[in-house]
């Protein structure tokens, strides 16, 4: 089992960026493909990206696409996305999700095994 720890959310201004951070304990997230959703107010929690165990492998959804980056550093357990070019429909809090399975990259939240707690970020217009 893994514990997952999310961290560098905030309050920003549109057009600026954040790297939001997931650290992992109890696992090597080397184990895991790893997903970044977001979950707004009212709405359900949506897809932004996978990275796969290797790191070599992406997936984004298209309303981040060009704008967000996944990456991972296995030896630190810890995986990053950065968000630039930040826009206030970005305001959402933010989880990371680890996926036993290797093989895929999940746009879908259901099939992922363990959850952070979130990061909220905030983009003001």
């Known amino acids: 089992q893994v514990q997952l720890v999310e961290s560098g959310g905030g309050l920003v201004q549109a057009g600026g960026s954040l790297r939001l951070s997931c650290a992992a304990s109890g696992r090597t997230l080397s184990s895991y493909t790893m997903g970044w959703f977001r979950q707004a107010p009212g709405k359900e929690r949506e897809f932004v990206a996978a990275?796969?165990?290797?790191?070599?492998?992406?997936n984004y959804a298209d309303s981040v696409k060009g704008r967000f980056t996944a990456s991972r550093d296995n030896a630190e357990n810890t995986v990053y996305l950065q968000m630039n070019s930040l826009k206030p429909e970005d305001t959402a809090v933010y989880y990371c999700?680890?996926?036993?399975?290797?093989?895929?990259?999940?746009?879908?939240?259901?099939?992922?095994?363990?959850w952070g707690q979130g990061t909220q970020v905030t983009v003001s217009s």
């Open positions: 990275i796969s165990w290797s790191g070599r492998s992406t």
């Open positions: 999700a680890a996926d036993e399975d290797i093989h895929l990259l999940r746009a879908s939240p259901i099939g992922y095994d363990y």
